[in-house]
């Protein structure tokens, strides 16, 4: 590894290469309590090219890489091992372009999410895609996990705002394809293989991202919802009577709602903490008073059908920031216990309701100390659970895990979101891919990494 160091060194400055007892307190990342930063250097490249040269010397060698981004994953995609390279792409964070005339952004893997959203909104744009950890992630982690986030319904996961990709093959081979086109069938999309493959295939190192008119308005409410029949019904009638002013519809159960607004959280109900579900709606649109009154005449024709139990419509920018503020506090589910696993699954919205009673009932019979979190982005499908857990032992995980992934199976539903495989999922991917579909992967694998030195074991065995 010393002689590789050399080479690294030489390659990208010894001041982008970290080693010794630096790597130590090397970042663990943003949700991460635990460092699983093992190896003995870290490469910081500045450019496409200093990434090529460094998957090149990796690759001759036989020595794995691990891509990484601002570290906000969950399910342990950018761990590393001792005898891994963790290739960081922080030092890449410039935006190259904003294309007024075509509304795109060209940006580097390194820019920060929240550095994009607000670049575009000073150019008069907006960038659609939207999630909690906006101040750490990357667009390269973004793309490299298809990140979808708050506002899926409208806007699309990390995918549908990808027009141009660039990445660094296993063996240090650049394939640009940085167009601008909405439009191009010429052959396979070939961005596609990278995008959500979590740098087992190739390393991203620059994307065009679309961009979105800069909305002129931005309406929120905040709903209380007695039955689930009445939440899917607000659903439908949300997305007819409001059609492409529809940005989020999130749904949190009485349990976290109670929690995210009761001291020693910081927020405070607007309305009673006794109905079963909450709903967060937005729109965004073109014209404040009219779109204003457009989520009004939502409410008030639930309200009149005995969908809606009661609401509270945010009347500026600081009631619309603290109605969010209770939804992306997730934070506050540590206060319930030191031992937590998280879920990131979907399902048909029809499903939903019978899906998370059944998930709770068998905790219940598993243990009476555990507590199920629910909330999620409805509109979309997906729904995150937070199970509390008596202690850190593997196999009492392993058992929460099995009650919560295998009643997706019959259900249609997927294991993970938006969030990624990782090596958190891995054991669990059959249970919503079949054989054939693993299979294929593999081969894609083998053809792109006939090595296996991208991102090891993560998603598939390689």
């Not at 976290?256 to 910081?266: D, S």
């Amino acid at each position: 590894m010393e002689k590789l160091i050399a080479l690294f060194q030489a390659s990208v400055g010894k001041h982008r290469v970290i080693t010794g007892e630096d790597v130590t307190n090397w970042k663990s990342g943003v949700l991460k309590p635990v460092n699983r930063l093992n190896t003995e250097v870290v490469v910081l490249p500045e450019t496409t090219q200093q990434v090529s040269e460094i998957l090149a010397l990796c690759c001759d060698r036989g020595v794995s890489v691990v891509p990484q981004g601002g570290l906000s994953g969950l399910v342990e995609g950018t761990d590393v091992a001792k005898n891994e390279v963790a290739l960081s792409l922080e030092k890449m964070d410039k935006i190259e372009e904003i294309d007024l005339k075509n509304g795109t952004m060209t940006v580097q893997a390194g820019v920060i999410l929240q550095v994009a959203q607000e670049a575009a909104e000073q150019a008069g744009f907006l960038f659609g895609l939207d999630l909690g950890a906006r101040g750490s992630a990357t667009i390269g982690g973004n793309i490299s996990t298809n990140a979808g986030g708050n506002r899926v319904i409208r806007y699309g996961m990390t995918r549908d705002m990808v027009l141009g990709l660039e990445a660094v093959l296993a063996d240090g081979t650049v394939v640009s394809s940085m167009g601008k086109l909405v439009k191009d069938n010429s052959g396979y999309d070939l961005k596609q293989l990278f995008i959500g493959s979590e740098g087992t295939l190739g390393v991203v190192t620059r994307a065009v991202i679309k961009l979105f008119p800069k909305p002129v308005s931005q309406n929120v409410a905040l709903i209380g919802v007695d039955d689930f029949d009445s939440v899917i019904h607000l659903l439908h009638q949300s997305k007819q009577r409001l059609g492409g002013n529809l940005t989020a519809f999130e749904v949190m159960w009485q349990e976290y709602f109670q929690l995210v607004t009761t001291e020693p959280a910081p927020h405070r109900a607007p309305i009673s903490q006794d109905h079963s579900f909450y709903v967060l709606l937005e729109s965004m649109g073109a014209n404040q008073t009219e779109d204003h009154l457009a989520l009004e005449s939502v409410l008030a024709k639930a309200l009149e059908d005995g969908r809606v139990a009661d609401a509270a419509l945010a009347k500026n920018q600081a009631e619309v920031g603290a109605i969010w503020a209770m939804r992306d506090d997730i934070f506050q589910v540590a206060r319930l216990s030191v031992h937590l696993v998280g879920f990131d699954v979907s399902l048909p919205a029809n499903e939903i309701e019978e899906y998370v009673k059944t998930v709770d009932q068998r905790l219940g019979q598993l243990s009476a100390d555990y507590h199920c979190l629910v909330f999620g982005h409805l509109g979309d499908g997906n729904m995150h659970l937070v199970v509390t857990l008596k202690s850190d032992e593997a196999s009492e995980k392993y058992a929460v895990e099995e009650i919560v992934y295998s009643e997706l199976r019959e259900r249609g539903g997927s294991i993970s979101a938006e969030h990624g495989i990782g090596l958190q999922k891995k054991s669990f991917l059959s249970y919503t891919r079949s054989k054939e579909e693993i299979g294929l992967m593999k081969t894609i694998k083998r053809a792109l990494d006939p090595k296996g030195v991208l991102n090891p074991g993560k998603i598939i065995d390689s």
